[in-house]
């Protein structure tokens, strides 16, 4: 069965954190509209959506994925960069403690789960605003016997690693080369360049055999089909104004 652990847009999202991006008023109640079409996407990708209720006192709560990241041996509890944001782990931890052995990131390390991308047994962890020195380093031992290489890279003009890039097939990349460099991951794998003018575009949610991915970037979209990659558009307009992207809505594994 495949998973994915949702949470619904609090009513406070106005208050969410800011990094990379200016504030701008974020519709509410289209937020909402907007997230449940992404969880009816992810029913259509195959997953069972296991949907947390909206919690008032986390602004940025929606955005799950940084809470956690799931291998198929272990799931591994983060500890968020932003200190507003480590009271949304408790609820996300007792969900996957019933899926998975359990380890966690403790301080001094910060780690957010949307600075992880996985390729095989390559974990790359960007190094950014929200996941340190110290929480790269817990996440390489708690993957080390599990026969996983971790990598880090530095991040300057994104929040998160994968702001920058993600993956839209097995093996096939999407990335901003101006944000990281395609270079570390070619060696590995095939990338497609995100449009010149879609700076934002590099964050697709794979699941199965399909693209989870904003209806606002065309032209990338358009480089997507090129390459073979089955897109499934969702308008997340409100989420990307608290500087949340497809993959942070969703924590997505196997059982
Ligand atoms: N608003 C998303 C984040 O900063 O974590």
């Known amino acids: 069965m495949r998973i994915a652990i949702t949470r619904q847009v609090s009513p406070n999202i106005n208050q969410c954190e800011l990094t990379h991006i200016e504030r701008q008023p974020i519709d509410y109640d289209l937020a909402v509209a907007q997230h449940a079409a992404y969880e009816n996407a992810l029913r259509k990708a195959g997953c069972e959506v296991f949907s ?21 041996e ?17 609820a996300i931890s007792e969900v996957l403690a019933a899926h998975r052995p359990m380890a966690q990131i403790v301080a001094p390390g910060e780690l957010d789960g949307g600075d992880v991308l996985v390729i095989g047994r390559k974990v790359f962890v960007g190094l950014s ?42 093996n096939l990349l999407l990335i901003n080369g101006k944000w990281v460099d395609p270079g570390t991951f070619l060696s590995f794998v095939r990338a497609v360049e995100v449009d010149r003018d879609e700076p934002l575009a590099a964050n697709a949610l794979l699941v199965g055999d399909r693209v989870i991915y904003p209806a606002s970037y065309p032209m990338t979209t358009h480089r997507l089909h090129l390459s073979g990659v089955r897109v499934e558009p969702v308008d997340v307009s409100e989420l990307s104004k608290a500087e949340g992207g497809v993959t942070c809505c969703s924590i997505v594994f196997e059982t």
């Open 52 to 72: 947390l209720p909206p919690e008032p006192a986390f602004p940025d709560s929606v955005f799950v994925e940084d809470a956690a990241v799931v291998f198929d």
């Open 74 to 90: 272990v799931a591994v509890i983060a500890r968020p960069g932003a200190e507003s944001r480590r009271s949304e782990i408790p």
């Open 129 to 170: 605003k929200r996941t340190n020195l110290p929480g790269f380093q817990q996440l390489s031992e708690i993957l080390r016997p599990f026969g996983y290489y971790t990598l880090p890279i530095p991040l300057e003009d994104c929040l998160h690693l994968k702001s920058a890039v993600t993956r839209v097939a097995p």
